[in-house]
């Protein structure tokens, strides 16, 4: 995580500051903690605790408390939703689209704002218990795909699904449709054959 309002550093950045091409694993060993996710693969740290380690200053402490503007990596982002999905489906979620745009990229790594992965969470379709309109309100007008985001998914679910079965004639399976859309394989089964009953 990038605590808000902190300025990240790559290995790159680090080695022009010591006067180096490169930056040695025990000179990476030697710096402060990389505020990066522990086990992702592009180390990241924060430019005051280097800075201050390189002049042989005492190392200032990071944020405590979490703010909306932390950048979060994709697996820190999956972490910020209120019912956590397999890293897969979260994968799935992203590459086709269904979850938001990355806020920036830092040395190549998509990072999201915590304000933007938990604004989604809790307006996407399902996310919130109890759904629908309240009881007793009246809907003005027809819902339609272009005005209720939880049709516009559902159409673009089946699309994508009437899609795969032309693509495999026929031979799609519901574990494919789920790893693809990146929902449950029972919500595939259940996708699948209003597709296929539709067609028929």
């Known amino acids: 995580m990038i605590p808000a309002g902190r300025t990240p550093l790559g290995t790159a950045d680090i080695a022009k500051r010591k006067g180096t091409k490169s930056l040695s694993r025990s000179d990476a060993e030697q710096l402060p903690t990389p505020i990066s996710r522990p086990g992702a693969q592009t180390r990241i740290w924060d430019k005051e605790q ?26 820190e982002g999956r972490h910020q939703l209120q019912n956590v999905i397999k890293p897969e489906a979260w994968r799935a979620y992203i ?13 190549g790594v998509a990072h999201w704002k915590r304000r933007t992965i938990r604004d989604w969470d809790a307006n996407r379709p399902g996310a919130r218990a109890g759904g629908g309109r309240p009881k007793g309100s009246k809907e003005a007008k027809p819902r339609t795909p272009a005005t209720d985001k939880r049709l516009a998914l559902a159409q673009a679910r089946k699309d994508r699904v009437a899609q795969m079965l032309a693509d495999t004639n026929g031979q799609v399976t519901s574990a494919q449709i789920a790893a693809d859309l990146g929902i449950t394989e029972r919500q595939s089964q259940r996708l699948l054959k209003a597709v296929r009953d539709a067609g028929n």
């Open 50 to 75: 280097v800075d201050a380690h390189l002049a042989g200053r005492e190392i200032p402490e990071l944020p405590d408390e979490e703010s909306p503007e932390d950048l979060l990596d994709r697996e």
């Open 95 to 107: 590459n086709h689209g269904h979850a938001p745009k990355p806020d920036t990229f830092v040395f």
